[in-house]
């Protein structure tokens, strides 16, 4: 039996599907989006905090960026090297817990995008600690860009539909509780061989306040939240249609 929390069983033998689901395709966008963000400054150090298989810390290695990406997947890391060595770009990959990390230089930019740990954790304290320790390696003047999930999304619209739609897998029991803003639900989806696993997810929905409460008690000064299209990052209004929401903080 595999007592791993979901997020860890569902990326086990998962890299191959995992690159080809439908939310994995804006990569170039998305990093187009980033270089605007830090004015195409090739002298910055990024960090990439839950970068999977290493498509977006691949693509600015690519474009001429010094980044460091890390995941607490060992099998993603794993394709993430293949995928960097293939590429022909230098990337140090680290095998390491959001929730806990501590690293020994800062950097002037992290990325959290497509939910790198936040919010998945199965308590509100786990994913404040993900934040805070993400804050904490950022360089003063720094910038901090992520994405998370949006409560106005479930409120207004149909989760199970929207998720279905996105994964390779079906879901059952969708339950979200407007006490907590989490979504329960049992996933069953394929790994790579096509064996289906069953996790009992729990994914924390953030409305916009909150997120700007939590990053202003670490720290940042300037916090702007959009609304977030896969794909196609762009500073627009956050709306009901938007599952994620496109962060942009300072510090």
């Not at 890390?70 to 960097?84: G, P, V």
């Not at 998370?148 to 979200?176: D, Q």
Request: aromatic share 12%.
């Amino acid at each position: 039996m595999n007592n791993k929390p979901w997020y860890e069983q569902l990326f086990e033998n998962y890299s191959k599907t995992y690159d080809q689901e439908i939310f994995t395709q804006g990569t170039l966008q998305e990093v187009g989006f980033i270089e605007k963000e830090i004015a195409f400054n090739k002298n910055i150090s990024i960090l990439d905090v839950g970068c999977g298989t290493g498509r977006h810390s691949i693509e600015l290695a690519k474009r001429g960026y010094k980044v460091t990406g890390f995941d607490i997947s060992k099998d993603q890391l794993e394709a993430a090297k293949i995928k960097a060595k293939n590429a022909k770009v230098e990337i140090e990959f680290l095998q390491l817990d959001a929730r806990n990390f501590r690293l020994d230089k800062k950097f002037d930019l992290a990325i959290m995008i497509c939910e790198g740990g936040f919010p998945l954790m199965d308590s509100d304290e786990e994913n404040f600690a993900i934040l805070k320790n993400v804050v904490e390696t950022i360089k003063t003047g720094g910038k901090f860009i992520f994405t998370t999930l949006s409560v106005l999304y479930p409120i207004f619209n149909n989760l199970k539909k929207f998720h279905e739609k996105l994964l390779a897998g079906t879901m059952e029991n969708n339950s979200f509780d407007l006490m907590t803003f989490r979504d329960k639900n049992l996933l069953n989806i394929p790994d790579d061989d096509g064996n289906i696993r069953k996790l009992s997810c729990n994914e924390r929905y953030y409305a916009p306040s909150e997120i700007t409460w939590l990053l202003k008690s670490l720290g940042m000064k300037k916090i702007e939240i959009w609304g977030c299209e896969i794909g196609n990052f762009q500073k627009k209004n956050l709306e009901i249609s938007d599952y994620e929401m496109l962060v942009i903080s300072e510090k």
